[in-house]
């Protein structure tokens, strides 16, 4: 049996304000040893480099260049925090050097660089985590707490999505020197689908026992941000009049071989509240995130919605007992970064699978390809590729990762 | 111009629980006269005539056979609300003799019948309304008044449904000679679409500059029903064991010509708390029914959600004012029957075409049709029929309605 890693080697590729949060948060836990920063633009390697420096250790080289850095700095694990479309290039080199992969959340450009990152990682025996850090949330580990002890019945339907009104952060791109402009102006699909899908996937045991057997999307008109651009930029902006590819809306809808519908909405151009629209159905009991209401058959009065938060706190996750009595890290999104960090900084120190492998990361990923296919054949059903070859049907909680029961990445595979 | 009729001689086609509540409310309405009294089971219709009695009125003629009725009785209107695959029967019957329909809402069960609808009455002159009641809901009326002063923007995606446990009102069809029951055995598809169709339509334009172009609809598996029928049914019952075809989460996603896209969820097979799941988003400001939410851009904080009742409360539609002003009848679902009928009954005087004509009865009900098609082909993308046969691109609201304006039919053309 592999010795357990008491330090880990670590290279960053891509700090700008999220790549640079996540490093600060790693370095806080034990054993994390910045080793290389990587970004193209220089102020940001250098303020990787910064970064590490104050936090008490040594200097870290800093590249421009990921295959470069991959080739000099001997590393035992990444975190990818660049842009959306670099992720699975950056991962597959990566993984080719066999360092084990943290990659921050997107979608996938093409079901085939999907394909490839899973026969990548199966040929190298080096691991791939999405680092979904929703995965983590307190209510949607309440609510997978819940379903593992049967609260709702058999389940038929989720909701899920991200509604977050993000114009500023978009339209701002080039100003902020952030990748979503682009993507906004030249694609139309949902292209972050995993904040939703990932616990959602988790709660249906999609890739065990389960899996997405087909999708639909329907894109709405753009009109949000170009909106946005007319009322709030100077009229010489260079986004001035200029058009988005980008539907205000993008509602996807997936069916799963146990019979079980996914929906999951994508609005982030709009004004409106912040919501990941949870929503789980089942033959006993019913969550919504939306006015954060339950309704538990037998119990909760016929027609009539609760509180969520006795339900939740009645269910609370072990996981997040633990974390509580131990104290949240806030900062990262209500405390979840910092438990989605600490289970992949275990599974690396350990060398095994982490809690949201390779088959889930491309599982989620393909979505945004698989939407963006769908919404250009104007809502044409598409076939979900099965990234597992077949092992889905038998695929239970490897022996590894049971081993980590007891430790933070437990959760999503209770 | 036609002199308004003073009164109207009213038959009744279906006398069940509701179609006798809703008799009760058109007696209590001025100028309302019951004819005949017509329904398969001999103690419905005699339930109907006592109604009439108990109200002050001569004891009208009872009929099994609605096609008796017309040709026996002469009718100025008739209300339909028998189950829903005779609906289209008894209105083609009753247009033909020259009886104006006002139909209690469903689905069809196909494309033909819908069109043949339309053609009857564009043949014969005779009008037909769906007497959509959530048409008139205090919100939705509300978020229209809302809508047409501009407060979303430019609206991009509506969301609705019907969200209403009726697990116990379908298993017990056969108690209670109930035509849901079988609906749900044999069908699958978005069976009761009208209740968040039918506002979203108006808010929308539908029919009038802009139409529905196509759909997709996916159904979750069925269990619920079925649970509750072995957890609360003696295992004698003649559907213990029986599987439904009914899913219990029947999703369907719409598209329009104008761009926007509609999200519309039945769900009626689970435990869970009454909704219809009203949506609407827009540039400028987002309604959410649930949670009660609504986020004014550039007045409520950025990511953030406040009450909805107070923005009701500002934009209340004229018609619920001057309806509050009056005295809301509250037994009809909070008021909102005792509109619709009135505005049906004030269309038949003036023999105008009413609020919700036929073009809008067509569309509404095809989406049940049109639903289990896309269910059947896998979720394929089904077109949606110009009932209007392109009238929709000029068409406005007809003189002769808004010669209606200033009383109870209103509201839907404002």
Redesign the interface.
């Known amino acids: 049996m592999q010795t357990e890693k008491t330090e880990i080697r670590l290279g960053v590729v891509g700090l700008s304000w999220r790549g640079s949060f996540l490093l600060g948060e790693l370095l806080g836990i034990p054993g994390v040893r910045p080793y290389a920063m990587c970004d193209l633009y220089a102020d940001r390697a250098e303020g990787g480099a910064d970064i590490a420096q104050r936090a008490g250790f040594e200097r870290p080289p800093v590249f421009a260049d990921y295959r470069e850095m991959l080739e000099k700095v001997p590393l035992d694990a990444v975190l990818i925090s660049c842009g959306w479309t670099a992720h699975l290039p950056v991962a597959r080199a990566a993984m080719k050097a066999g360092v084990y992969v943290g990659m921050e959340v997107g979608g996938a450009t093409s079901v085939q660089e999907c394909f490839e990152l899973v026969r990548l990682s199966e040929e190298t025996g080096v691991p791939c985590m999405l680092l979904e850090n929703c995965c983590y949330g307190r209510d949607e580990m309440a609510v997978l707490n819940m379903a593992k002890k049967g609260v709702f019945?058999?389940i038929?339907?989720c909701g899920c999505g991200y509604l977050?009104?993000l114009r500023d952060e978009i339209c701002l791109g080039r100003e902020n020197r952030h990748y979503r402009l682009d993507n906004y102006l030249c694609r139309n699909g949902e292209n972050y689908p995993t904040h939703g899908i990932g616990p959602a996937a988790k709660l249906l045991g999609i890739n065990r026992g389960n899996r997405f057997l087909?999708l639909?999307s329907?894109?709405?008109?753009a009109?949000?941000l170009q909106?946005w651009v007319k009322h709030r930029l100077p009229a010489d902006h260079p986004l001035a009049g200029r058009t988005f590819n980008q539907?205000?809306?993008v509602?996807t809808?997936?069916?799963c071989a146990?019979?079980?519908?996914v929906?999951c909405t994508l609005?982030t151009c709009?004004?409106?509240?912040?919501s990941r629209a949870g929503l789980v159905?089942?033959?006993?009991?019913?969550w919504?995130e939306?006015?954060?209401?339950f309704?538990?058959?037998?119990k909760?009065p016929?027609?009539?919605?609760e509180a969520f938060d006795p339900y939740r706190d009645e269910y609370e996750h072990p996981l997040w007992a633990e974390y509580r009595r131990l104290g949240v890290h806030e900062a990262g999104h209500d405390g979840m970064d910092y438990l989605c960090l600490s289970a992949f900084v275990e599974s690396v120190k350990r060398g095994v699978q982490p809690p949201i492998d390779v088959y889930d990361t491309a599982t989620w990923m393909a979505i945004t390809a698989l939407s963006e296919e769908s919404i250009a054949l104007?809502?044409?059903?598409v076939a979900f590729p099965d990234f597992t070859s077949g092992a889905w049907i038998c695929r239970e909680p490897a022996p590894e990762s049971k081993y980590a029961l007891d430790r933070v990445c437990e959760g999503l595979f209770q």
């Not at 329907?218 to 008109?221: G, L």
């Not at 939306?290 to 209401?293: A, F, K, L, N, T």
């Not at 309704?295 to 037998?298: I, T, V």
């Not at 016929?302 to 919605?305: A, D, G, S, T, V």
């Open positions: 019945g058999e038929v339907h977050h009104d087909s639909v329907f894109a709405s008109k009109r949000g909106d539907g205000d809306v509602t809808l997936l069916r146990n019979g079980e519908t929906q609005s709009s004004p409106r509240p912040y159905q089942g033959t006993r009991a019913m919504a939306e006015g954060r209401q309704h538990l058959d037998g909760t016929p027609h009539e919605r104007g809502g044409a059903p």
